[in-house]
């Protein structure tokens, strides 16, 4: 899906509610409950969420078309999602290796790792862009950068 970003129309209202900002979490529960009030008449996308929790860690939420969502450490969606997503586990995952050594990643290694993976994905399926946006949240911000896929 195009993804909604922090000024999605009721986040105003959840502030003058709550008297605070929205969470990840909260903005989850309500991605969620929007979904599934649709459960009948769905929307037919896979969703994601990411940001930092309330305690200042990474978060990622998957959802299935109907609402039920997951917290996960990665996710792929979308029509690529069926070639990335094994990649995503074995190489950040250290899923079906033997003898992984599970060393922190750097965000320049993850960077590299997720743009090469993409490159494949784009080779593969024909509705991969031709390039991947991808964005590093952390506490000091949003840093997204673009990267060119195929130029054919």
């Not at 969703?47 to 978060?59: F, L, Q, S, Y």
């Not at 060393?103 to 991969?128: G, H, K, N, Q």
Request: charge should be negative; aromatic fraction near 12%.
């Amino acid at each position: 899906s195009s993804g909604i970003n922090a000024e999605w129309p009721l986040r105003p209202g959840y502030k003058h509610t709550h008297g605070k900002d929205m969470s990840c979490e909260a903005m989850a529960q309500m991605l969620s409950s929007t979904l599934y009030y649709r459960r009948f008449f769905p929307y037919w996308v896979y969703n994601m969420v990411a940001g930092i929790d309330n305690n200042g860690k990474g978060c990622v939420f998957s959802y299935d078309p109907v609402g039920s969502y997951e917290r996960e450490t990665y996710r792929a969606c979308g029509s690529a999602s069926a070639i990335i997503q094994p990649l995503l586990d074995n190489q950040l995952g250290y899923k079906n290796q033997s003898n992984a050594n599970p060393a922190p990643l750097t965000r320049d290694r993850v960077r590299t790792m997720v743009r090469d993976i993409f490159a494949a994905a784009s080779e593969r399926d024909i509705y991969t862009g031709d390039e991947v946006e991808i964005s590093v949240i952390d506490a000091n911000g949003i840093d997204t950068q673009r990267f060119p896929l195929r130029s054919d």
